[in-house]
């Protein structure tokens, strides 16, 4: 049974955009869009991502991806986050240091109750006629979140499974050639499953079943049930900028070749 639209945030699209019914639905990806990691903790995190925070503790999540895909690199899947996604961090740290000045000031406030006159001080009033506020306290940065993608990738001129592994020093980069008798179908089914403090990312191949693409061993290690997201991606990280073509009744029109994922059976556990 899909997850319930209503818990799902969208991150680098509106927030109108994410779908009634998780069942079927695509995401478009603009050229020039990715989720990825560089040293030290260089993030690109502009890809169209829809995701939710689960109530219970993450068992597997699984989803069938398509497209009609063209450019080097195209690709669309599963994601799961271990803290805020990339995207979030910034604005988390942007509005942990307001709270807890915030903070700060109803603590000032809370020594002199109102009514009581305050002690008499030897110093001088400052210029601008208002008593030295402390500094708020020091919030150190939010960590950089690790992260798992798994889905269907383009590249040289066929599909791939595709894993991405990213902790705080960088991510890494794999990609699986399909069997003969997949490789030249548009769609794969993808999925992402808990054992123990692991992660194992899967692919279904139509013959053999599930194929195992890779064991993530360190990726729940220290990481609390709450603060685990998950979700679907899709990126088109090559950018060859807009194509310009001339409509029928005249004038320019520009393109700029979006990149039309479609995601069936969308299951999160």
Known sequence: MPPDSSSFTALNIP??????????????????????????SRDTSTAPILYTALRNPFIAAEVTVSA????E?????????AGAPPGRVLADAIQAPAAAAAAAAVSTAEIAPP??????????PSSGGDLPQPPPPYVP???????VKVGLEFCNNACHATSVCATSDGADWALTALPPHHARRLDLRVKIERIGYALWVWYEDEVSGWKKLREVTWFFWG???K?????????RPANFGPTVYERRNGG???THRNLCVSFENLEIF
């Open 73 to 81: 690199w195209d690709q669309g899947g599963l994601v799961i986050f």
């Open 252 to 254: 320019p029109s520009i």
């Open 227 to 235: 603060a685990v997201r998950v979700g679907v991606y899709a990126s």
């Open 15 to 40: 927030n109108d955009a994410v779908p009634e019914w998780m069942g079927s639905f695509t995401l478009a990806a603009p050229p020039n869009t990715d989720l990825w990691r560089k040293p030290p």
């Open 223 to 225: 990481v609390e049930d």
């Open 68 to 71: 009609d895909w063209e450019l």
């Open 141 to 147: 940065p939010a960590p950089a979140s690790k992260w």
């Open 115 to 124: 009514g009581i006159a305050d002690p008499p001080s030897s110093s001088p």
